[in-house]
Nanobody, 124 residues
Framework: QVQLVESGGGLVQAGGSLRLSCAASARTFSLIAMGWFRQAPGKERDFVAAITRSGGSTYYADSVKGRFTVSRDNAKNTVFLQMNSLQPEDTAVYYC?????????????????WGQGTQVTVSS
């Protein structure tokens, strides 16, 4: 069982930055592939970024490539999402997700565990 708690969301002006954190309760966090997703009102939950267990490889949706950076600290059981150059279209609830084992995953259905989400609102 893995419990995930996101933090760091908030209200920011366009062009600003936020850093999301996701703390995981897991004995072997280094064996867990992690991802970030977001869901805007009335829309499906979409992939944002993924990171392999070691943190050696990362993957991004085209819409955030070059602006967002995913990283992890396995010693602290935490994954991060640094979001720069935020735009109003980035407004959504952001979720972190986990799956034990494997390399990386890009689909909602690939993940077993989800956090409660944190709201990010970008004003124009």
């Amino acid at each position: 069982q893995v419990q995930l708690v996101e933090s760091g969301g908030g209200l920011v002006q366009a062009g600003g930055s936020l850093r999301l954190s996701c703390a995981a309760s897991a004995r072997t966090f280094s064996l867990i592939a992690m991802g970030w997703f977001r869901q805007a009102p009335g829309k499906e939950r979409d992939f944002v970024a993924a990171i392999t267990r070691s943190g050696g490889s990362t993957y991004y949706a085209d819409s955030v490539k070059g602006r967002f950076t995913v990283s992890r600290d396995n010693a602290k059981n935490t994954v991060f999402l640094q979001m720069n150059s935020l735009q109003p279209e980035d407004t959504a609830v952001y979720y972190c997700a986990a799956r034990v084992g494997g390399a990386y995953y890009l689909r909602v259905d690939d993940y077993n565990y989800w956090g409660q989400g944190t709201q990010v609102t970008v004003s124009s």
